[in-house]
Nanobody, 118 residues
């Protein structure tokens, strides 16, 4: 069994910063990619950032230059540093791991609320 646990959301003023963390644990043979999606009320879930084990990191245009994704492979952990936050960044943020146990599939975190408001 694989467990994925997120932490770090909350309420922040516009222009502020937050750091999200997400860790996967359990029977994991390999991790191909880690990343973050978000879903705002009434909108579809959208990719925020993706960090493959091999290849380039990909950011949504709306967050490029403000958000930074990083990964600690030894700890099966992915982070999302969010700076210069805007009200339109308000959403539930979900981390994911594209990983291999006995077969390959995506595993998702439980979601963490990020609210940007004055």
């Amino acid at each position: 069994q694989v467990q994925v646990v997120e932490s770090g959301g909350g309420l922040v003023q516009p222009g502020g910063s937050l750091r999200l963390s997400c860790v996967a644990s359990g029977y994991i043979r390999n991790i191909y990619a880690m990343g973050w999606y978000r879903q705002a009320p009434g909108k579809q879930r959208e990719l925020v950032a993706d960090a493959p084990r091999i290849g380039n990191i990909d950011y949504a245009d709306s967050v490029a230059g403000r958000f930074t994704i990083s990964r600690d492979n030894a700890k099966n952990t992915v982070y999302l540093q969010m700076n210069s936050l805007k009200p339109e960044d308000t959403a539930v943020y979900y981390c994911y791991f594209d990983l291999l146990t006995d077969f390959r599939r995506n595993y998702w975190g439980q979601g963490t609320q990020v609210t940007v408001s004055s």
